[in-house]
């Protein structure tokens, strides 16, 4: 059952981070006010969407699952620190990103036997 639950949140993930890529990629105009707020020019939204599918890509085909969590998380880590550096505390974005990255990790954690043996918690 466990293995279930995490193959669904890894793939609401994968989703998420697709969709957000896909809108980095194809509508930079729909996030302009965002990239600028946050001190990015809009004409890196394409470099950053194919960044984040690259990620999500990774993270998604099991052989390098633990390659995608990795990059998930420095990407995500990078997208909080973006907005404290703002001066920005528990904000929205923060938020999203934290809990994409926990749910990055739980889901790998449960659909994933050589995680479990590595860090073996007894919550499962």
Partial sequence: MSIWIGRILSALVVILLLADAAT???????????????GFPVNLAPV??????????????PKTAFLGAILVTA??????????????FFTPPQIVSLLLGAATWGGLY???????????LNIV
Avoid: K, S
């Fill in 24 to 38: 980095n990629l194809f509508a930079p105009d729909f996030i302009r006010t965002e990239m600028e707020a946050t």
């Fill in 75 to 88: 990407f995500l880590g990078g997208a909080i620190c973006t907005h404290f550096r703002l001066g920005e």
């Fill in 48 to 61: 950053l969407g194919m960044i984040i599918a690259i990620c999500a890509i990774l993270y998604a085909v």
């Fill in 110 to 120: 449960l659909r994933d036997q050589r995680l479990r043996q590595l860090i073996p």
